[in-house]
């Protein structure tokens, strides 16, 4: 009968020994890799039984002071287990009632005592492996020794142990009291509040030669000046500063600190010739190679001793003192234009207070970190700790763009800077210079360095008043006969 439909071939007896042998090395695949995972099973297992029993056990030991932990080396046995007790909860062998620990449901429950017959039984034996509960009974008193050792930090026992409570010189301490005292060992720390110094108005000849410098030199080291000029206040009473002038004291300055060096008497004489032109300290000026950061701790704790002073010989305006910053701009800024910028900060008080008493000083490690003295700490987010950065103690005043120009000039070569040393030649040129551009001599005598540097020739009681008060006051038809003085000391006809 025909019929629709595909018709199957039987299998040749090659496809068969092919299908049969595929089939084989399937199986055989599968059992390889049966037989490798089983002995990768079996190397972890071992790995893990190895770690168990070779590393040191921590033991678990709850008794009737709390639960305490135990260190044993894996291979001791009971009795040994037994003379560590002894020898680190002070609980004597014949105290000792020691039972193993039975899971109950989630919680875990005293088991079987331990005799003293098992004294010679290894802890694994016993079931005792690294992490376990064991219980522990006695009758003696004693302190758990984890409370122990949280007492040894307790500040109260650290203070008396050192002394410190006894020197407070009062002999009985209740809780208040040492709360209060403690309270003077804490700092809390938060936002900086708004600065007292509402705005800067810096004498663009003094900033930028300053500025010049640290370009000329790369920025490769730090530099300090001391701003010299007034307290003001704007026609909206806004409080504020003007900079007529930046003094660069003696110093052996590296890319990492600033060092000053001793220099009274210019100190003496740049204060009486500040005074005599109506001039006081109202800042610093730091400047530093390129960096990440704002300030070092050893900075502003420079900026907050000098605050200080200013504060100490005016309560009221010197609370203004700004800590302004010269630096190179980065790569990365590219919305600020040239190669080198400032900015001013002010210390807070509470920065100024602390740094006073000497509460904090810069990390060995991190110069962004400051790190309190051992008895003391900081409060940040209601926790405590002993160190923290600096952002809680420096504000930024953002205004210092408003247009000003000192009377005074900067054309004199600057003190102290190893490229422009001020002898009696440098001064000859200056003259020179000034005196060929028909320059007025009062112009070219408002100048604070060219002042400073003439202290050294004129009489500090006698000449150096006058000369001073010609200038503030702008009479300049009263200095033919200092001009003839001073162009004789620079040998000038």
Known sequence: RSFLGRVRTPPTASALSTASACRGQRHSAAREIETEASLAVERDCKRLFFRLTSAAMLLRVRTKDGTERLTMDPDAQLSGLRSQIATSFQVPVQQQQLHLSEQVGPVMKKGRLLSPNENATDLRQLGIISGSMLFLDYEMERQNTAVNEAYKKDPFISLVKEGELRRQGTNQWTLTNFLDYRSTKEFKLEAPPEPHCKFVQVDPAASQSFINFMILCGFQSKRLGILYGKWVEDDEGNSGVQVHAIFEPKQDSTSEEIALLEDEETESRLHALALMLGLTRVGVMIAHPARQYAFSVNEVLLAAKMHGEAVKADPEKGKRFVT???????????????????????????????????????????????????????????????????????????????????????????????????TSHSMASYLRLRRDRREPFIKTVSDLHFLLFLCNMLDMKVDMPVLCDKVVNGKHDELDGFQMMINCYAGLQ
Do not use: W
Not at 364 to 375: C, L, S
């Open 324 to 422: 302004m910053k010269a630096r190179p701009v980065l790569q990365d800024e590219k919305d600020i234009e040239g190669v080198a910028t400032m900015e001013a900060y002010q210390v807070t008080d509470q920065c100024v207070a602390l740094a006073q008493r000497e509460a904090f000083s810069q990390s060995n490690t991190d110069p962004r970190v400051a790190k309190t003295a051992k008895d003391c700490c900081f409060i940040v987010d209601k926790k405590e700790q002993r160190k923290t950065t600096m952002e809680p103690l420096v504000a930024r005043v953002f205004d210092i763009a408003r247009p000003f120009e000192s009377p005074l000039g900067t054309g004199f070569p600057i003190e102290n800077r190893p490229t422009e040393p001020q």
